[in-house]
């Protein structure tokens, strides 16, 4: 027995019905992620974020952690850029023992990352031995307060580049070889480009991912205050209605280059 399709009536009322459910159940989860962002301006005024500032010191914390975020940066982009590109042309022996030792730190809580790293590079173990002939230390100083963003951030970029170069036609990079490109003259005209708008996303949350680490900074790297602990010990100080100006300046700091980056990445996406 042959049963009749629907009518194309019931069938569009039921395509209508499912798309406005999906709209508004993408509008619950829109408003729900903005909604933090949404509280923290409502309970802002211009009043109370001016008088914050005014304070003596109050913009030392940002300086160190833009200072502190900017060489973290430069670290995981000259470390971590050949890295992607390796594993996303599949160059490394044991290549999924790579992609897990990326990903476990992705993984592990920060407040852990911390503990782990005090039994790695404190001044009680072999390489914090080493780093002291350098007059560096990993615990409490400068030093520490960029180790820690490197390994709270460095997941995030390597992955994305990674994400970037494996999108990259190989084909593309032999035809530059052909044309008498060398291996790096191709990689710099040829891949790099292609791999721009990913590789400008996956930079750009690199450096909001370092500008708001926590919880390894929390245990390594207490002082000096960087933006993160600054929120922190004003809450703890002096209650929530103080911490939410800092709250305001990191965000205002952090989140605008990489909304600026995934403009960018997807108009040039377009292009390619």
């Known amino acids: ?11 569009g009322s039921g395509v209508r019905v499912s798309t406005g459910a999906a709209l508004v159940g993408a ?14 301006l409502a309970h802002l005024t211009p009043s109370s974020v001016v008088s914050a500032l005014r304070q003596p010191g109050a913009f030392q914390p940002l300086e160190v ?4 975020s900017l060489i973290a940066l430069g670290v995981i982009l000259l470390l971590g850029t050949p890295l992607a ?25 920060p407040l852990v990352i911390g503990l782990l790293l005090i ?13 002291s002939h350098l007059h560096l230390t990993a615990s409490d100083t400068f030093f520490a307060l960029v180790v820690a963003e490197v390994y709270e951030a460095v997941p995030y970029y390597v992955l994305g580049a990674a994400a970037a170069f494996a999108a990259v036609d190989p084909e593309l990079e032999q035809a530059g070889a052909l044309l008498g490109d060398g ?17 400008a996303t996956a930079l750009a949350v690199t450096w909001a ?13 207490y002082h000096p205050f960087g933006l993160p602990m600054q929120i922190w010990v004003t809450l703890q100080e002096t209650g929530l209605s103080s911490a939410l100006p800092f709250a305001l300046v990191l965000l205002v700091v952090a989140l605008p280059l990489p ?9 040039a996406r377009r292009r390619l």
């Open 1 to 11: 027995m042959t049963i009749p399709p629907a009518p194309t009536a019931l069938r």
């Open 27 to 40: 509008l619950i989860i829109w408003v729900a992620l903005l909604g933090p962002l949404i509280a923290l």
């Open 65 to 68: 952690s833009v200072l502190a």
């Open 85 to 109: 590109y390796l594993m996303a042309r599949g160059r490394l022996p044991f290549p999924r023992l790579w992609e897990v030792g990326v990903i476990l730190p992705l993984l592990t809580p």
């Open 119 to 131: 039994f790695m590079v404190g001044p009680a173990t072999p390489i914090g031995e080493a780093l």
């Open 183 to 199: 291996r790096w003259r191709t990689w710099r005209r040829v891949t790099v480009p292609l791999a721009a708008p990913g590789l």
């Open 209 to 221: 991912r370092a500008m708001g680490a926590f919880g390894a900074v929390l245990i390594i790297a």
């Open 259 to 267: 909304v600026a980056a995934y403009i960018w990445s997807s108009r």
